[in-house]
């Protein structure tokens, strides 16, 4: 069946660096989407790719969806302390929506 | 902000007690979902919906069991809690193309 691994599953950055997670399927996706889950809270959709190779920005935020739509990447430039959280790549496996572990990102000031 | 809600926030109770952890959402979607999670630990589903009367278990055996007769209502139900059913309970929902979901503020609940 598909499979979403997403890496790194923990990644902790001087406030100022740059972070990178990525998404890999073994499958191709008809469209990925993208939630932030701040610690103590809930998850909430920041974003949906749908096409081939997109790219789409949201201030110091660049996603981006690979040619052969099997990945994903979500690029923070310039990390600050709002960014701490996990971010997630559900995928969608026949009606039920299946979030993983996503990417802890801390950051130090 | 999504019109999402869970209640109760936080629950204490005893082991063996019935609980009912409600839902509800004012969007019309007619997909639900019940994720349990564990303090920064991954979101597991443990059951979702397709509409009224549609109900599946999901990757995450979990003894609770739920209903939807409403659109806008999926509640939970755990007849005998047990300190093992400790975590974090999130609700979601979506509707239309592209499977965006919109979470409650999930119910911490802590079985004694």
């Known amino acids: 069946g598909q499979q979403v691994m997403q890496i790194p599953q923990y990644q902790h950055v001087q406030e100022g660096e740059d972070f990178t997670t990525y998404c890999n399927s073994s499958?191709?996706?008809?469209?990925i989407q993208w939630y932030k889950q701040r610690p103590g809270g809930h998850p909430v959709f920041l974003i949906q790719l749908v096409k081939s190779g997109e790219v789409k920005k949201q201030k110091r935020l660049t996603f981006q969806f690979g040619e052969a739509k099997k990945n994903s990447s979500l690029h923070i430039t310039a990390t600050q302390t709002t960014d701490v959280g996990t971010y997630f790549c559900?995928?969608?496996?026949?009606?039920?929506?299946?979030f993983g572990q996503g990417t802890e990102l801390s950051v130090k000031p | 902000e999504a019109d999402i809600y869970q209640t109760p926030r936080y629950l204490v109770i005893g082991t063996g007690k019935k609980i009912t952890l409600e839902c509800s959402q004012t969007?019309?979607?007619?997909?639900m979902y019940w994720y349990q999670q564990d303090p920064g630990m991954e979101l597991h589903l443990i059951h979702y919906s397709y509409g009224v009367n549609s109900t599946e278990k999901g990757d995450l055996s979990s003894e609770s069991t739920v209903s939807r007769i409403r659109t806008e209502h999926f509640p939970l139900t755990l007849e005998s809690a047990r300190p093992s059913h400790t975590s974090q309970y999130l609700c979601?929902?979506?509707?239309?193309?592209?499977?965006?979901?919109?979470f409650g503020q999930g119910t911490r609940l802590t079985v004694v």
């Open positions: 499958t191709t996706l008809s469209n």
């Open positions: 969007m019309g979607h007619d997909k």
């Open positions: 559900p995928y969608n496996q026949g009606g039920k929506l299946i």
């Open positions: 979601a929902s979506s509707g239309g193309r592209g499977w965006i979901a919109f």
